[in-house]
């Protein structure tokens, strides 16, 4: 199984949380998919499990959007091989805490 190097931009309370600062490089076993980077993540930053999905379901919260390559990601199936580009390490996968309101 290959092992792939991929960039992860957290936002600023999941940085505070995970105690990291900027972007992140981790590494992502076999296909590159949402699952797989949040698989691994959570792997590697134990207390961001619950955070950006449901500790049971696995189903991303609501308030929490997926981007990459100018495309918000956060609707397609969490297994969707992403763009080649964030595969390789080229361009990181946004992780952004959404807003509601008026």
């Keep these: 199984m290959t092992v792939q190097p991929v960039r992860v931009l957290l936002p600023a309370h999941l940085r505070t949380l995970a105690r990291v600062s900027g972007e992140i490089t981790i590494d992502v076993r076999g296909e590159v998919t949402q699952r797989s980077i949040l698989d691994a993540?959570?792997?590697?930053?134990?207390?961001?499990r619950?955070?950006?999905?449901?500790?049971?379901?696995?189903?991303?919260?609501?308030?929490?959007?997926?981007?990459?390559?100018?495309?918000?990601?956060?609707h397609d199936a969490p297994e969707t091989p992403l763009p080649d580009?964030?595969?390789?390490?080229?361009?990181?996968?946004?992780?952004?805490?959404?807003?509601?309101?008026?």
């Design 85 to 102: 580009a964030v595969a390789r390490g080229k361009e990181p996968l946004l992780i952004v805490g959404a807003m509601a309101g008026g």
């Design 50 to 74: 619950g955070t950006i999905r449901d500790h049971v379901t696995h189903k991303r919260r609501p308030f929490v959007r997926l981007f990459a390559c100018e495309r918000d990601l956060s």
């Design 41 to 48: 993540l959570e792997r590697r930053y134990p207390v961001l």
